[in-house]
């Protein structure tokens, strides 16, 4: 029988001698426990007397009885986590680190840390486990990249020239939510003409023009997340064509380099040099990509200085860019799942550069 994220996380704990840990990021007790609501904890302590503690609040008692269906929660209804686990902890020896969380707020951690020996969770177990995705996670991921691709699709037929950035990412976030996301993964970037020379140009009021080049960065959201990046545009600057084409050929060096035990330094090194030795090197200004799962930037970091190695099951994205400042902004994104043969894209996307009448 396969083992749970539950039981994954407590060998780790086991090996790293850590007798205490309490998890609060929502996207680390979901994937844990399989809970959805927005306030829980769960305290895991050394022997599990107590069994694995799960805490929420009054909001969640039947939604949490129907999510946390692992047996080995015990589920508390209380009122302030922060005061349950202070009880739950003073049965155990006071000495002995409670972990917590890197993504804890500094106002939490120093309520904790004056009443427990705290420790950080430098090692992020439960952020590298999420890192290797099962192939049901991965088979969600993929769900979502289809949905993304569909709303691109449909807004394509809807979005007009004389409308505003802001009304194209309306467009495209109206058409996630109609096939059925939860909403966008990110804040959709919509930045054209020379706004598209800002890597995270966010949309903005400024009317979209015939013939300018658009960067269009979108992704949808259920549980997990996708992200795709495409360029819209209806001109016949060759230079520009030039750079689309450039970017293109790193995104596919990048999605063809990519394989299990790589370190992630060296695959941006893939793109970046053939960049580089196109004349555009100082304008790729970012790293080469990012994990995707049920956050939009996870574990592993692809940038050039990055200490990440690549493991079958991650889901990467490889979305190198040029930006000249003052002029245009080129950046295309696929992501690739890393399989024992390399990487298989699932950027469901025949085209990279689309036009509108």
């Known amino acids: 029988m396969a083992q749970t994220n539950l039981q994954k996380l407590e060998e780790r704990m086991v090996l790293d001698n850590i007798k205490q840990m309490l998890i609060t990021l929502p996207e680390d007790v979901y994937y844990l426990s399989g809970f959805t609501g927005s306030n829980a904890g769960i305290l895991l302590t050394e022997g599990d007397s107590q069994g694995v503690v799960f805490m929420t609040d009054g909001r969640y008692t039947s939604q949490s009885r129907d999510e946390v269906t692992d047996p080995r929660f015990k589920i ?21 680190p409670l972990y ?46 289809e ?41 959709t970037i919509i930045a054209s003409g020379v706004r598209s020379s800002l890597p995270h140009g966010a949309a903005s009021s400024k009317v979209i023009k015939s ?78 990509g990012h994990g995707v799962g049920l956050e939009i930037h996870e574990y592993p970091g692809m940038g050039a200085m990055s200490t990440d ?24 994104e696929d992501t690739i799942v890393i399989t024992p043969n390399g990487a298989k894209t699932i950027t469901p996307m025949d085209s990279y550069i689309y036009s509108i009448n």
């Not at 979108?218 to 549980?223: H, I």
Request: proline residues 3%; negative net charge; glycine residues 6%.
């Open 76 to 96: 508390e209804i209380v009122d302030r986590i922060p005061a349950r686990v202070e009880e739950l902890i003073a049965h155990t020896n006071k000495t002995t």
């Open 100 to 145: 917590l969380q890197p993504t804890m707020s500094a106002s939490q951690y120093l309520d904790y840390s004056r009443k427990f020996n705290v420790e950080v969770d430098t090692s992020n177990h439960v952020a590298m486990l999420r890192a290797t995705k099962s192939s049901a996670e991965i088979d969600e991921i993929t769900r979502q990249f």
């Open 147 to 187: 949905l993304a691709a569909n709303a691109f699709t449909a807004s394509l037929s809807r979005w007009q020239y004389g409308q505003t950035e802001l009304e194209w990412a309306a467009q495209l976030e109206y058409q996630m939510k109609v096939l059925g996301a939860r909403g966008s993964s990110f804040e």
């Open 211 to 288: 013939g300018e080049p658009i960067t269009v960065d979108f992704g949808s959201q259920l549980r997990y997340c996708s992200d795709i990046t495409r360029q819209v545009y209806n001109g016949d600057d060759m230079e520009f064509l030039q750079v689309v084409d450039v970017v293109h050929t790193a995104m596919k060096m990048g999605v063809e380099a990519a394989k299990p035990g790589m370190d992630c330094s060296a695959l941006d090194k893939v793109a970046r040099d053939y960049i580089t030795a196109q004349g555009y090197g100082e304008y790729f200004t970012h790293s080469l």
């Open 309 to 332: 190695r690549l493991e079958v099951g991650m889901v990467v994205t490889i979305e190198p860019g040029i930006y000249i400042p003052n002029k245009y902004g080129v950046r295309l």
